[in-house]
Each structure stands twice: as structure tokens, then as C-alpha cells.
């Protein structure tokens, strides 16, 4: 796709898709309830549909009409013998969680997924979901495909987490519905808590005390309605266009704004941008909340610890962003983005540096000197979503047009990602 920069500006009003991570534990967790689960404003990007096709393939009857979602829950015990080899397509999420919940089950399932699936780390997930006496295996004992055969009987136990994952810690979460006593999750920081917020709101018998998280089994799941949140990941893309392209004044509407991935608006803040946030709700156990976003002059800074968590996916685009800003970026204690769908620190790095950005790759993280210009380029996307639209709105600020491999992977998490641009580009 080609696409022209250079005196583009964004304005008005829209509202992104719905939560990916949210829309996938709306799938999981109605499947494993009681009755009815509706869920409003689901992501029909296709890593949520993959996750609606494992379930249906373990004999969920779940209906989709626009983007609401009816889940006939089975309850815990409901779920059936897969007849084929379950696909998660391009979504971590979806085979991390899953496989939680497959552990906790009375029949084999096997689970793949694209080729970028297959060499992400499973080793993750293999190893604790062991030591709760699961039975399951890995290609070499570290990825996918997975092969879950039942098991005795699980039981809980406290896993301290050597890195900071969400998806680690719902998958055993999930097994700890299936278990034993009681699992614990002990995290080096705190990651996205929405498993833990469904869970309780669906009945679970769950307690968050710090970094600390503890389930129980017994409780029976009720199915519920849930009002899915605009994906602040999604939103990042467009806050920092507006941020950057002069004379942009732009409004993103009900859009999630829980803590655990607020990281984005407090560094974009940091560094200089003016951003409001108005309408503060909550939805379901969730808050949300309008931003409005204004065209910024934007300065660097360094980004690490305890905030890495809270904005790991939007690392891509802070980059974009560093790139313009006035002085130095440092990016670090952020390795976790080389096992993403690509190594978005060497994608990242390695395509910015073609529209002339000075920016160097470090073992985890990056060094950006800002610059005011950039150039248009043939970007590579390396099949990854959020590089390709990391690199889109580097393309509108750009002077002159550039060239993205392909932005057909853009349909895992943000299926009108162009149509919003067309929309508010002036
Ligand atoms: O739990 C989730 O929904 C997610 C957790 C994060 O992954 P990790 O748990 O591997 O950090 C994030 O990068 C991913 O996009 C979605
Ligand atoms: C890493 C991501 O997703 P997943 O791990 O589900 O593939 C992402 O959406 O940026």
C-alpha cells in the first residue's frame, strides 16, 4: 500500500474497535459459564474470531450479528472433545489462555497456529501449568503445536513469575478454575489485570492483593453482558498521529482506560502532549472514558521498569513518536518485544532508520535522537499488525510517499484501522 505524507492533520471524532484482550476473555469465560453470556461491542478482528472458532470446535454455540455476541455457556465441565486440531491463528492470547483451560480438561486437544505462533515461546506455559500437574507438550518441549492430554487431578500452586505476562498468569488463572487448593500468581509487575476483573464479575472466587493473585476453585461461572471497551491500543495509533501531525485535534470515545495499560497516555503526556480525558465510567468492572488528543510539540524521555507492562503493545508507535520529538529517547527493560508476532525492536529500528531516523537497537529496548523529519521509505511490516500501523501514521507524517509491504495483517486487531484514518484525514 502506498501512502502519501506531508501536510495531514486529523480531526473530529471516532471510536475505535473494541478491546482485544477483553473480547477474548468475554469468548473464554462466557464458554466456561453458566447460561447466556452477551457481549456488546466485540472485536471482530481475526485473532477474536479465532478465539470464537476453538470454542465452537469444542462445541460452543456461540452467534455473531454485527458486533454482538451470544455465548450459550456449557458451564466449567461443558466443554466437548475437539474434533480437529484447534487453530489459533496469528493470537498469543488465544493458545496461552486456551491452553489454561485445556489443561483443566477430560479429553486430548491439539493446538497450532501461523508460523509466527509457532516460534513464540511456549516454555512460558508448559513449564508451570506442569508443575500443576498438567499433561502437556510442546514441539521440543518449548512451541507450538501443544498437545493436552488429561490429567489426574490439578493442583494449585504459587508460581512467581520470572517475567512480567498477562497471558501467563490467565493461563493459570484459568487452570486454577480446575484445580485443587489454591493457585497463586506472584508477579515481578504488575500486568493487565482484565482476566481477574471477568473472572469476579462472573462469580469466580478470585482476590488481587498487590502483585499478588489468588483463585479458588468450586465457584460456578454465571453467564453475564459485557460491554467490551475501545482498544486503548488501538486508540495509541491515532493519539499519537494527532499528537504529531500539526494542526490535528481529535476526540477517541469510550475507550478503556484501565491502569494496567494507561502507560501510554502517562508517557505521551511526558513528553509534552496535550491530552484530556473527560466522560470517566465504568463498564462492567472496566473504566472508561473519552480522550481528546491536540497537536503537540513533543520532547524525549526514558521509559522502564513498572511502566514497560502498562504499555508493552505501543511500543511500536511510542517509537514513531520519539522519532519526532525533540531530544533523546530511551527505551529499556523491554526484551519482551522480541518474541511479539516479530521482533518489534529490530522491526522498528531497522525501518525507521530507512526514513532516517537515528535510532539504535539495544538487547532490550531502543535509543531514538528525535528528529523533525522524516522520510518516505519501502517499509517491511514483517506480517505484524502493529508494526504496519506503526509505520502508516510514520508514513502520513513523512514528506513525500511511501511504500508498506502489505497491511493485510492490520485485520488481527483493527479491521478498519484505514477507514477511521480516511475519516478524520484532512
Ligand atoms: O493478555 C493479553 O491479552 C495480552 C498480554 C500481552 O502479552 P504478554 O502476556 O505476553 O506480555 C500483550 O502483549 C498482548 O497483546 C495481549
Ligand atoms: C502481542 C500481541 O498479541 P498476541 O500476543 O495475542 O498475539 C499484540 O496484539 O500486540
Known amino acids: 500500500m502506498k501512502i502519501k505524507g506531508g501536510n495531514v492533520y486529523l ?5 475505535v474497535p473494541g478491546d482485544k484482550s477483553i473480547s ?6 462466557g464458554a466456561l459459564s453458566d447460561g447466556r453470556t452477551e457481549v456488546h461491542n466485540f472485536l471482530l478482528g481475526k485473532d477474536c474470531l479465532s478465539t470464537v472458532e476453538c470454542f465452537r470446535n469444542m462445541g460452543v454455540n456461540i452467534d455473531i450479528k454485527k458486533n454482538k455476541v451470544f455465548i450459550e455457556g456449557p458451564g466449567l465441565k461443558g ?22 483451560i485445556l489443561a483443566g480438561q477430560n479429553f486430548t486437544s491439539y493446538i497450532t497456529g501461523d508460523k509466527s505462533i509457532q ?22 518441549d518449548k512451541f507450538a503445536p501443544l498437545e493436552i492430554r488429561p490429567s489426574n487431578r490439578l493442583k494449585g500452586i504459587t508460581y512467581k513469575q520470572p517475567v512480567a505476562s498477562a497471558q501467563v498468569k490467565s493461563c493459570l488463572l484459568f487452570a486454577g478454575l480446575y484445580s485443587e487448593g489454591i493457585t497463586k500468581v506472584i508477579q515481578p509487575k504488575i500486568s493487565r489485570d482484565h482476566t481477574e476483573r471477568m473472572l469476579k464479575y462472573f462469580g469466580a472466587d478470585i482476590k488481587v492483593t498487590g502483585n499478588e493473585v489468588y483463585i479458588k476453585s468450586g465457584n460456578k461461572l454465571k453467564g453475564k453482558k459485557v460491554i467490551v471497551p475501545g482498544d486503548i491500543s488501538s486508540a495509541a495509533f491515532f493519539m499519537v498521529a494527532a499528537l504529531i501531525l500539526k494542526g490535528s485535534k481529535l476526540t477517541l470515545k469510550n475507550v478503556g ?11 505521551l503526556k511526558a513528553m509534552g502532549g496535550n ?28 521509559i522502564e521498569g513498572d511502566l514497560i507492562p502498562r504499555l508493552i503493545d505501543e511500543i511500536p508507535i511510542i517509537a514513531v513518536a520519539a ?3 525533540e531530544g533523546t529517547t530511551i527505551i529499556k527493560d523491554a526484551s519482551e518485544l522480541k518474541v511479539k508476532e516479530s521482533n518489534r525492536i529490530k522491526a522498528m529500528v531497522d525501518e525507521l532508520t530507512k526514513m532516517g531516523v537515528d535510532i539504535e537497537e539495544r538487547e532490550d529496548g531502543m535509543i531514538i ?57 484532512s
Request: hydrophobic share 35%; proline share 3%.
Open 11 to 15: 480531526k473530529g471524532e471516532i471510536e
Open 24 to 29: 477474548h476473555r468475554a469468548i473464554m469465560i
Open 79 to 100: 466443554l466437548k472433545e475437539p474434533k480437529k486440531t484447534l487453530n489459533v491463528g496469528n493470537s498469543g492470547t488465544t493458545i496461552r489462555l486456551l491452553s489454561g
Open 119 to 140: 516460534r513464540r515461546p511456549m516454555d512460558r506455559i508448559i513449564t508451570p501449568l506442569r508443575k500443576m500437574g498438567a499433561n502437556i507438550k510442546g514441539k521440543d
Open 257 to 267: 482506560l484501565n491502569e494496567t495499560r494507561t502507560g501510554i497516555i502517562d508517557v
Open 275 to 302: 491530552i484530556k480525558i473527560s466522560n470517566l465510567k465504568t463498564v462492567n468492572n472496566e473504566p472508561i472514558g473519552d480522550i481528546h488528543v491536540k497537536h503537540s510539540k513533543l520532547k524525549g524521555v526514558t
Open 323 to 325: 522519532s519526532v520529538a
Open 369 to 425: 535522537k528525535g528528529n523533525k523529519k522524516l522520510n518516505s521509505a519501502f517499509l517491511k511490516t514483517y506480517a505484524d499488525h502493529r508494526i504496519a500501523m506503526s509505520l502508516s501514521i510514520a508514513s502520513l507524517y513523512a514528506d513525500g510517499e511511501s511504500e508498506l509491504e502489505e497491511t493485510d495483517s492490520i485485520a488481527v486487531s483493527f479491521p478498519n484501522f484505514f477507514n477511521l484514518v480516511d475519516k478524520v484525514k
